[in-house]
């Protein structure tokens, strides 16, 4: 099959990448093209997204912030911990929660940094968008609960959160499910030029690294991230009103600036917090993870992500990659919620 220009390009810059291709595909989205022949797509099963059985918010002070979360499920059953990413919220996992409950799960869903009711606590604190940022959100969330270990379950910055997570507190971690895989990385990985083809899929990084861009992501949030939607899963028919219900959670006070933040820290016009200093040393490292994992990807991811042979090498414990046909796009979990949450009860069972 003749490759397309953005794929050729992809492939004739692998040599150049070498081994540093995983850490700079995971933190930029690289599909770098893959040896051997992939596995074929299991057909996925969706239904559509209802939202029907999630109980009122609840909320916990963790850390620099107050996190609103989803608890479901019986009090005293095995943790999973749901992440959602951008432009995303609770509702990617609306179908997926109830699936796990019905299996004895206590399932928690927290709104990330910036979106729906999670707030600040402090109104001086950087509206910080760093990958370190969010991981730290995510322990002292489980610690607050009082939650030991969990399996952690995400994608988009959800993934590359649970990703950081499982390889640098791996006693926290009972698995991994991570949609598009290894996404950890420094800023020094962000620095590595990409071959035109591969940057055009990151327009709205760029845009981001703007004062036009930040002004425009303001004032156009929600048409913005539609766009985004449509683009990064093409064949995924939402109507009006499954986008609307997630769009009210980008009207957090502090979504623009912790959006902006994370994308121009990527490429490095960004400063983080010193707090976080010791912490984004081992993310640069790009450290392996033990844990149990499974990988996923849709078979009509329209985002940028990595091939799954980029970054096998990394997960050294048990594990296992999964290809979701039908359709499926970026948000996976929202789009094959059997499919996701079968990955969770899986990778649990030890």
């Known amino acids: ?30 599909s770098l093209a893959s040896a051997g022949a992939a596995p074929q797509p299991a057909i996925a099963q969706t239904a559509p997204p209802t939202g029907r059985g999630f109980p009122p918010l609840k909320s916990v002070d963790a850390g620099v912030l107050n996190i609103s979360y989803i608890d479901m499920g019986p009090a005293k059953g095995p943790v999973a911990i749901l992440l959602h990413g ?3 919220d609770i509702y990617s996992f609306a179908d997926v929660a109830p699936l796990l409950v019905a299996k004895g799960y206590r399932v928690l869903i927290p709104y990330l940094r910036g979106y729906g009711p999670t707030r600040f606590l402090a109104a001086d604190s950087l509206r910080n968008g760093q990958p370190a940022a969010l991981a730290q959100d995510l322990i002292d969330f489980m610690d607050a609960l009082k939650i030991k270990r969990a399996v952690l379950a995400g994608f988009d910055w ?10 640098i ?8 499910v991570a949609v598009s895989g ?3 990385a420094g800023q020094e990985a962000g620095k590595v030029p990409l071959p035109p083809e591969a940057e055009l899929q990151w327009w709205y990084q760029f845009y981001f690294a703007t004062e036009r861009g930040r002004v425009g992501y303001d004032k156009n949030r929600k048409d913005f991230n539609r766009l985004i939607w449509k683009l990064a899963s093409p064949k995924w028919n939402f109507d009006e009103a499954t986008y609307a219900r997630s769009a009210a959670s980008f009207d957090n006070p502090d979504h623009v600036d912790i959006v902006i933040h994370n994308y ?7 400063q983080g917090e010193a707090r976080y200093a010791d912490l984004d040393r081992q993310i640069a490292a790009a450290p392996t993870i033990g844990v149990p994992t499974i990988t996923m990807e849709g078979d009509a ?6 091939p799954p042979a980029a970054y096998r090498a990394k997960f050294t414990g048990r594990y296992e990659h999964r290809d979701i046909g039908g359709g499926i796009g970026h ?12 990955a969770v009860q899986d990778v649990a069972r030890g």
């Open 301 to 306: 991811n329209g985002a940028p992500h990595p």
């Open 331 to 342: 948000n996976l979990s929202q789009e094959a919620p059997q499919a996701f949450a079968q």
């Open 169 to 176: 507190w791996p006693e926290r971690t009972t698995g991994l």
């Open 264 to 270: 121009r820290w990527r490429l490095g016009l960004a």
């Open 182 to 184: 290894y996404l950890i």
């Open 1 to 30: 099959m003749q490759l397309s220009a953005f794929e050729q390009g992809l492939s004739d810059r692998r040599q150049f990448l070498g081994v540093a291709g995983v850490t700079v595909a995971a933190q930029l989205g690289l």
């Open 158 to 167: 959800g993934a590359r959160t649970a990703d950081i997570v499982a390889a």
């Open 86 to 88: 951008w432009p995303y």
